[in-house]
């Protein structure tokens, strides 16, 4: 495929304005993105040279560790498994459901999504208690409260929100046309399981590894119920240690894993992007499943609900009274305002990095090849890491007025979830008919003009999605910024954080729900302009859509 | 319509980038500043910070630590940052990390003449660092669950068979004060004892959590038994008005005593503003200030003779356990190592 | 004029021009005709400025516009292209769609050529509507008269009539026609339907695996 805006004018050998300012952003991608990364494993090499390797590399793959790996990737692949395939329930349910339904689902798990997994395991540890207090009463044997199967189930329902999204992108992905071909001649239930689910399985499979990365390095909600996995053991190495290099080694067998399902994925987001409309929701004749499935994708529904009034209620009974969310709000006025501004700052600098990178994740060749391996390798370094490679590269005296400013937890925030943003608009890139993008190219007078006035109106509702997930995703971080914040600037998620450690649960609820509330609105943009998009999608099965007289 | 959302989206980062400006735009009043590391908890160490504010002109900008990282991440920051210090003064809530900052040369010397009243043992040798107050290891007890007959009386109750596993609870002992503990239990029984008890610990299934407040939530919901935790965390589920008790363990005679972990204070190598610092931690080891701490809650074990009473240990005297703090630093990293492996497998 | 020297263009092993040459003078109007897959498009492309030839000179107007040290970015060839899916951009209506190839003109020049050019289409009603709210013979008009607006003397088409039926089909392609010859532009016109070769050329081309057999 040709790529966008890639033009060289070279009329007299000099390349052009828009390659200049393109080499220019991706050198800064991999200055601020990789450059921490990069500076960690440059500092192991000079360990590993000069003779004093972490002890780690000794323990690397002994049984345990194997043994820890393999428990941490069942769980992991367990929790992703019940969620795509929850996902898939709750997915074909809304097709049957009205327009608003859809929209106020959609809108809910992009809220809950950014959620912290240790607010979600200490409400769900709070429901299974009260509900063992229940049980005892009745005479009933209690749930269990520690253990893989309550680790699991927390797991779950954390993820939860997301494999729901995901599952929901891959089968709207899918050509209504390929289905409505099926549904001339067989029952929708053969259609379901012949046709669409095929045709969506690469994209589901990559929101399958997708889960299993996020799942594999986390450690906040196994660890509470009793839980051991791999992701703590690398924190315990950290921790024993203090060695950045010894936890890079500990993370190693991690590391290899999550790049692996990465790059898996990597396929499963090519094809999403190949295929038409995925905004498309509604049906205009709804398909007909069978009573089980029906019952089945109610009772996925159910659980979407019953996670949604567990953290709701949980968070509301818990923050008291509208006073006390009022109080705590302004106590922690500074805190908010700093959150935002690094919201801002971090949406700002990672969307002109992203649109630079997705073009060169476009290409067929084997640059195209690198550049997916570099922006996955952020993807799967711990958070604490990431903010100790980012000291090592600005903690010097030639970059002061950078250092010890509000820019690094800026910077920890563009540097941990640029890639998610350069996926979003490849995927947008490629859902845009390539004739559009060569039409302007015919058609241009002025290349400052035909950036404004074509390409990034095509772009557009991808611009919206990856600043609403940058968004979200920086107001919930906390391991690199808290590593880099400077000197009197709290962010809210560390706030929550300090709150939770001391039981303040009134004031962590307050603030949880402001941070819900903030995703929410995000949400809200996200879900209004796909929706809109779909009046002027521009995209390929429109295009062919309008072929037809 | 896409062109319409390019304007909404252009106007929504124009408005971003003026409120940045606008949020970054503050205006330097000239007065001095010091930088403070801490690891103690900000709902203790705010109100300290406010009052030196107020009585020195001098404007705090705190860094604080949280429960997540495990007490890892600030001083791995402060080592990343030795050559380019941004920090004046650290405040740990522990001083294993301290005396590891000091090997690390990330420290300065300093002896603060308000410390003259502290006692030797609180002192660093070399004169980098100053303890005061503590908090100890304690029992926290839900007494709905145990009746005073039923309270364990010391940490080698945990093996009692009367208790079951799941019914008591730890913080991972690979991190914070209770890697310290064990630290400390490593260096007074000898190695191979104190790994058959934590091994034992693990084979009895104790609860391992996340934190010493994960252990009071859990011990003040009833879903434990009892668990060790820090007095300061005891405290709060006291003052919170759970239905718990404290129990020091280890005080009877011939007993190892309870672990009681110092505050410790230092000057940062190189700091940016020394002066402002060295005020600083004269305000901090001053006796007003620890007078100060132990009625906030933070200090149930103060260095020095005080008049303030811990309400929640009811004028019980802590008779600490006799350890070396530089052999437990020096055998924490073998420690932590060590139940790794015995508790995350 | 056009001129191709030598044009070799490669996908992998799949050879989608193989030492092309060929001389289009002026007002020519030219059909290249050929099975799918035969690199007809490609070649369009080349000429356009949209693909760059692995091997070959591409000449237009007397200026070299591609080779191997030059290469001429598409809007500044002089060309007006008409692509197979229209290619009209979706958050414009159709007078913006037409008039972004009018930029750099004086708005009010601007203005009357995109009447002139709305009602030689008879397409002055669809002015202010979006791509969305046309049929596809009218999304075709709208890509002819943006392909026509700046005075292009050269005027690609890449199979514009696709999955038109017949009658939608010969009104449009005298439209072409007659446009074409009125527009003084030399032209090449891909199709692989020779009765559409056969109204808007005067000479077909046949071009097969990447070479041009002449008809």
Same mark, same amino acid.
């Given at each position: ?150 680790? %699991? ?43 669409? $689910? ?118 509301? $009974? ?42 060169? $994740? ?43 400013? %509000? ?143 | 319509? #896409? ?249 009877? #005679? ?65 008779r600490p356990m006799v350890v070396s703090y530089q052999d437990v630093f020096e055998g924490i990293e073998m420690t932590k190592t060590d139940l790794a492996e015995i508790f995350i497998r | 004029m056009i001129e191709l020297n030598g044009i070799r263009k490669l996908f992998g092993t799949v050879v989608a021009a193989n030492c092309v040459s060929l001389s289009i003078p002026d007002l020519a109007r030219i059909a290249l005709t050929g099975p799918s897959g035969s690199g007809k498009t490609t070649l369009l492309r080349i000429i356009a400025g949209l693909e760059v030839p692995d091997e070959g000179t591409v000449t237009l107007d007397g200026r070299i516009v591609s080779d191997p040290g030059i290469r001429v970015p598409p809007a500044e060839r002089g060309i007006g292209f008409v692509f197979q899916t229209a290619a009209l951009w979706p958050h414009m209506t159709v007078s913006e769609n037409i008039l972004f190839a009018l930029q750099g003109t004086p708005p ?108």
């Open positions: 495929m040709a790529v966008p805006f890639l033009s060289f004018s070279v009329t007299s050998r000099r390349p052009g304005l828009v390659s200049v300012i393109n080499t220019i952003v991706l050198a800064l991608f991999l200055i601020i993105v990789i450059g921490p990364l990069a500076g960690l494993a440059v500092d192991l090499a000079r360990l590993v040279l000069s003779g004093t390797a972490p002890a780690a590399f000794a323990s690397l793959f002994s049984d345990r560790r194997i043994w820890l790996l393999v428990q941490s990737l069942l769980l992991a692949a367990a929790v992703a498994a019940a969620g795509i395939g929850t996902g898939i329930l709750v997915a074909t349910a809304l097709w049957r459901k009205p327009a608003g339904i859809t929209f106020a689902v959609l809108l809910m798990v992009l809220a809950l999504a950014p959620v912290p997994p240790y607010i979600h395991a200490l409400t769900w540890s709070q429901a299974i208690a009260t509900l063992n207090r229940g049980l005892t009463a009745l005479g009933s044997a209690p749930l269990p409260a520690t253990g893989w199967t309550v680790s %699991f189930w927390v797991e779950f329902m954390a993820m939860l929100p997301v494999a729901i999204f995901l599952s929901y992108i891959a089968l709207a992905s899918v050509d209504r046309t390929l289905v409505e071909a099926a549904r001339m001649v067989r029952p929708d239930a053969d259609v379901l399981h012949a046709i669409i $689910l095929p045709l969506a399985a690469p994209t589901l499979s990559a929101a399958f590894g997708f889960l299993v990365v996020l799942s594999c390095t986390d450690y906040s909600v196994p660890s509470l119920f009793g839980s051991d996995t791999y992701a703590l053991d690398i924190f315990s190495t950290y921790s024993a240690s203090g060695s950045a290099a010894g936890a890079l080694v500990a993370a190693i067998p991690l590391l290899i894993v999550t790049l692996s399902v990465m790059t898996w994925c990597r396929l499963g987001i090519r094809r999403l992007a190949q295929t038409p409309n995925w905004t498309a929701g509604s049906w205009d004749t709804p398909p007909e499943f069978p009573a089980l499935i029906r019952m089945a994708q109610e009772g996925a529904l159910a659980l979407l609900g019953i996670q949604v009034v567990v953290i709701f209620m949980g968070l509301v $009974l818990a923050a008291g009274s509208l006073q006390r969310i009022a109080t705590t709000v302004q106590f922690s006025a500074r805190e908010i305002q700093n959150s935002f501004l690094v919201v801002a700052c971090t949406i700002l600098i990672a969307l002109p990095l992203a649109l630079a990178v997705s073009r060169e $994740l476009l290409r067929e060749d084997r640059y195209g090849s690198l550049w997916w391996g570099i922006i996955l390798v952020p993807l799967a370094v711990p958070a604490p890491l990431v903010g100790i490679g980012l000291i090592s590269l600005w903690n010097n005296p030639a970059f002061s007025p950078v250092y010890g400013t %509000f820019l690094m937890p800026v910077f920890a925030s563009v540097c941990r979830f640029t890639p998610f943003a350069a996926v979003i608009l490849f995927v947008q890139i490629r859902s845009v008919d390539p004739a559009l993008f060569d039409a302007a190219r015919v058609f241009s007078r002025d290349t400052l003009h035909t950036s404004c006035r074509i390409f990034l109106p095509l772009l557009a509702p991808g611009l919206f999605v990856a600043s609403a997930v940058l968004g979200a995703l920086t107001l919930g971080e906390l391991g690199a910024t808290l590593i880099v914040t400077p000197p009197g600037f709290g962010t809210l998620a560390i706030k929550i954080y300090n709150y939770l450690h001391y039981g303040a649960a009134p004031e962590v609820a307050g603030l949880c729900l402001v941070m819900v509330t903030a995703t929410l609105l995000a949400g809200l943009c996200i879900v209004t302009a796909l929706l809109r998009q779909r009046r002027t999608p521009g995209t390929i099965a429109q295009i062919s859509q309008e072929s037809i007289p | 319509m #896409a062109d319409r959302n390019l304007k909404i989206f252009i106007l929504v980062a124009i408005v971003l980038a003026l409120a940045a400006a606008v949020l970054l735009v503050q205006p330097g009043d000239g007065r001095k500043t010091v930088v403070v590391y801490t690891s103690v908890d900000q709902v203790y160490s705010e109100p300290v910070f406010r009052d030196f504010e107020n009585r020195t002109g001098i404007i705090v900008l705190p860094v604080y630590d949280v429960e997540a990282t495990k007490t890892t991440g600030l001083v791995n920051r402060l080592i990343a940052e030795k050559n380019n210090p941004q920090a004046d003064v650290f405040w740990s809530a522990e001083f294993s990390q301290m005396i590891l900052l000091k090997n690390q040369s990330v420290l300065a010397r300093y002896q603060s003449p308000s410390a003259g009243d502290i006692p030797a043992q609180f002192h660093d040798r070399d004169g980098f660092w100053t303890g005061v107050g503590g908090r100890g290891r304690v029992f926290l007890v839900n007494t709905d669950l145990l009746k005073p007959a039923q309270y364990p009386e010391s940490v080698f109750d945990m093996m009692d068979p009367r208790y079951p596993g799941p019914s008591m609870g730890i913080a991972y002992p690979m991190f914070g004060t209770t890697a310290t503990q064990a630290a400390a239990l490593y260096s007074t029984l000898g190695r191979e004892k104190a790994h058959e008890f934590f091994a034992n610990l693990s084979r009895k299934g104790v609860r391992v959590v996340d934190g010493n407040s994960v252990v009071k939530d859990l011990v003040s919901s009833g879903q434990l038994s009892f668990g060790l935790t820090d007095t300061d965390d005891a405290c709060t589920a006291i003052a919170s008005g759970n239905h718990v008790a404290v129990v020091v363990p280890d005080q009877r #005679a011939g007993e190892i005593g309870t672990l009681v972990i110092p505050d410790t204070i230092a000057l940062i190598n190189g700091a940016p503003h020394p002066d402002e610092g060295k005020v600083f931690i004269d305000y901090l080891l001053s006796r007003d200030t620890e007078s100060s701490l132990v009625r906030s809650g933070w200090i149930q074990v103060p260095s020095r003779d005080l008049p303030e009473k811990v309400p929640c240990l009811n004028g019980t005297t802590i | 009010a020049e601007a203005e009357k050529r995109l009447d002139g050019l709305l009602d030689r289409m008879s397409a002055t009603h669809l002015r202010d509507r979006y791509p969305d709210q046309i049929s596809g013979g009218e999304a075709r008009r709208v890509a002819l008269a943006r392909a026509l607006a700046p005075n292009p003397s050269i005027l690609l088409f890449d199979e514009p009539l696709t999955n038109l039926d017949d009658e939608l089909r010969e009104d449009l392609l005298t439209l072409i026609d007659e446009n074409v010859r009125a527009s003084s532009a030399c032209m090449i016109y891909v199709t692989h339907n020779r009765h559409e070769a056969a109204v808007v050329a005067g000479t077909v081309l046949n071009y097969r695996k990447g070479e041009i057999l002449a008809v």
